[in-house]
Antibody, heavy 114, light 111 residues
Framework: EVQLLESGGGLVHPGGSLRLSCAAS????????MTWVRQAPGKGLEWVST??????DYADSVKGRFTISRDNSKNTVFLQMNRLRIEDTAVYYC?????????WGHGTLVAVSS | DVVMTQTPLSLSVTPGQPASISCKSS???????????FSWFLQRPGQSPQLLIF???SRVSGVPDRFSGSGSGTDFTLKISRMEAEDVGNYYC?????????FGQGTKVEI
């Protein structure tokens, strides 16, 4: 059974940093791209970033502030979030896949507030 | 960026009755590899989104056959043949043909 377990969310001031982690199990982790998708409170879904064998990609809204990385030895994907803004407040979901988002974690809440 | 536009934004359906959601993209979702990377997701209240349909019409294993997807190019449709209580939630379309991946605004379906 595929499992994706996010951690690292919390309350942070504007301009601060957080590092999200997603521990994956139940599938050959190093064979799959991994993606982060976020959902602001009461809003829709927004793609944030994907890491694959070809490299990493970012939404314009986070480019230059967020960095996605992975540790295949630990089956974990990370999202380093710097210079956080109030509008980054959202539940961040870890998602398996490059184009086929077939498994989602339960999400971790990031709240940016002064 | 590819803009995904869903209609309607909300829908009230009687149990046992059909429902239909439309999603239009601002440009063709046909990829150079011949596939159309278009998906439908359901987010039940308080839950994470779950993939229902991928590549326009392929149903994920375990998804009831009352759900069906159709369309091509820029126009896509999700149909529920007979609404059930467990189908309540927000439905999102998404394109993965190009970057950035983009979602529709969501359609709230209730009974």
């Amino acid at each position: 059974e595929v499992q994706l377990l996010e951690s690292g969310g919390g309350l942070v001031h504007p301009g601060g940093s957080l590092r999200l982690s997603c521990a994956a199990s139940g599938f050959p982790f190093n064979a799959y791209a991994m993606t982060w998708v976020r959902q602001a409170p009461g809003k829709g879904l927004e793609w944030v970033s994907t890491i694959s064998y070809t490299g990493d990609d970012y939404a314009d809204s986070v480019k230059g502030r967020f960095t996605i990385s992975r540790d295949n030895s630990k089956n974990t994907v990370f999202l380093q979030m710097n210079r956080l803004r109030i509008e980054d407040t959202a539940v961040y979901y870890c998602v398996k896949g490059l184009r086929l988002f077939d498994h989602w974690g339960h999400g971790t809440l990031v709240a940016v507030s002064s | 960026d590819v803009v995904m536009t869903q209609t309607p934004l909300s829908l009230s359906v009687t149990p046992g009755q059909p429902a239909s959601i439309s999603c239009k993209s601002s440009q063709s979702l046909l990829h150079s590899d011949g596939k159309t990377y278009f998906s439908w997701f359901l987010q039940r209240p308080g839950q994470s989104p779950q993939l229902l349909i991928f590549e326009v019409s392929s149903r994920v294993s375990g998804v009831p056959d009352r759900f069906s997807g159709s369309g091509s190019g820029t126009d896509f449709t999700l149909k529920i043949s007979r609404m059930e209580a467990e189908d309540v939630g927000n439905y999102y379309c998404m394109q993965a043909t190009s970057l950035p991946r983009t979602f529709g605004q969501g359609t709230k379906v209730e009974i």
